[in-house]
């Protein structure tokens, strides 16, 4: 494959009055981006949290949490069949899923076939931490694989480290997804730079998706800011300053690109710097023992 349309969303946490409300509601954003021939949707951190509108406990974060894993077999069923009857790859919304380590911020990617892999976070920010009790994943990092086209996942606070995207440029991503939830401009000013920064050390392609709007029934996500953005590095063949699509501040919205893999591949080759193949050349000792494994998807 030489080229795949994504779809980045800038999502609103909304408020449900049953399951069946989320379904509902799941499904047209869905299939909103279907109509547009995207082949590959991509949600935000902690989108899942809506479902936490149907949960006894409306004032208590980390009870929150634990209530919602209720939901949790229904958000995997709903996903898959989407995925599957709409025959394209979700990176879902992440989930709080308990573990036996503790509840960590998980993505689910699913596929056309509704087989899933997995990507859990694992830099923590201090809210997670201290108010939530989400611990890190374990240090393991997964490259998905949909007919040749090779992506990763940096869940928000993940992507402002170059750690994690390298690993998974190294093993063959071509395409960083960073789902990710912040409150305000400065925390998605945070999020942007880091992904803008991990374009142009991997000389790879990073979709920003990101929550927002106000959704006030909510302790945990009650203020969201953010938009949805395509970045690549500002090389030949790639835009001057990096910026395929960036949709407009806090706008509930599907925002769309067709990439083209052939150009990346041309500007890896080619470039007029090689971040990609100098940054290897660094002694990274203190990643030698993260595992990175391969996800097929069908």
Known sequence: MTSIKVASAQYPISQFEDIQDWVQHTTEWVEEAVAMQAQILCFPEYGSMELSSLVENQNDPSQQVIELQAFHKDFLKIYSELAQDNEVIIVAPSFPVKTDKGYVNRVYVFDTKGDYGYQDKLFMTRFENEEWNIVSGDLSLTVFNYQGVKFGVQICYDSEFPVGSHLLAQNGAEIIFAPSCTETLRGATRVHLGCRARAMENQCYVIVSQTVGESKWSPAVDINYGYAAFYATPDNGQPEEGVYEMGDHNDESWEIYDLDLNQLRMTRKNPSV?????????????????EV??????
Request: hydrophobic residues 45%; without cysteine.
């Open 274 to 290: 090689f971040n990609f193949k100098d940054q290897q050349l660094l002694a990274l000792n203190h990643i030698n023992n993260m």
């Open 293 to 298: 494994k391969e996800k097929i998807l069908r």
